[in-house]
Antibody, heavy 115, light 107 residues
């Protein structure tokens, strides 16, 4: 059974960088695509981007200038960095396995952008 | 970016009855369409992919149909645990996008 767990600060100040890590258990980080998805409170879902261990990465064009996704194979983790955050970036951030369909999800991490 | 439109926004159905949820894409997806179920405070759960293939462990009362731009999720004989929000999701063109959801509530 694949399990994913997000971790990181729950509060980020405007203009700062949001950083989250997803720890994967039950599967190798080298075995699949891995994605970040977010959901603003009370709203729908948005794909942020995905990564594969070969170096293939893609980001949502709406966020591309501010987002970086990376892998740490030694820790079986992947990470999200979103720079210059604003209030509209407040959301539950999910990590998930896959990049077209998402069969395993983390429980989600609420990140609030506020001073 | 492909826009996904779900209807209705809210659907009220009695337990034991059938629910039919619709999803329309702004351009053709072939069969690259998935459905997810989300309950309050939980991550979405994959139900259907390839427009009509049930994910592992999904009960047979969930079925998906459609291709191109029109898709349907049907839940026959609703059970109490089925009342949730359902999202369609296209993975034909990046950025992959979700519909705004249909809330299935108890009548």
């Amino acid at each position: 059974q694949v399990q994913l767990q997000e971790s990181g600060p729950g509060l980020v100040e405007p203009s700062e960088t949001l950083s989250l890590t997803c720890t994967v258990a039950g599967a190798s980080i080298n075995s699949n695509f891995w994605s970040w998805i977010r959901q603003p409170p009370g709203r729908g879902l948005e794909c942020i981007g995905y990564i594969y261990h070969t170096g293939r990465i893609d980001y949502n064009p709406s966020l591309k200038s501010r987002v970086t996704i990376s892998l740490d194979t030694s820790k079986n983790q992947f990470s999200l960095h979103l720079s210059s955050v604003i209030a509209a970036d407040t959301a539950v951030y999910y990590c998930a396995s896959g990049y077209e369909i998402f069969d395993y999800w983390g429980q989600g991490a609420l990140v609030t952008v506020s001073s | 970016e492909i826009v996904m439109t779900q209807s209705p926004p809210t659907l009220s159905v009695s337990p034991g009855e059938r629910a039919t949820l619709s999803c329309r894409a702004s351009q053709s997806l072939s069969s690259n369409l998935a459905w997810y179920q989300q309950k309050p405070g939980q991550a979405p759960r994959l139900l259907i992919y390839g427009a009509s293939t049930r994910a592992t462990g999904v009960p047979a009362r969930f079925s998906g149909s459609g291709s191109g731009t029109e898709f349907t999720l049907t839940i026959s004989s609703l059970q109490s645990g089925d009342f949730a929000i359902y999202y369609c999701h296209q993975y034909n063109n990046w950025p992959y996008t979700f519909g705004q959801g249909t809330k299935l509530e108890i009548k």
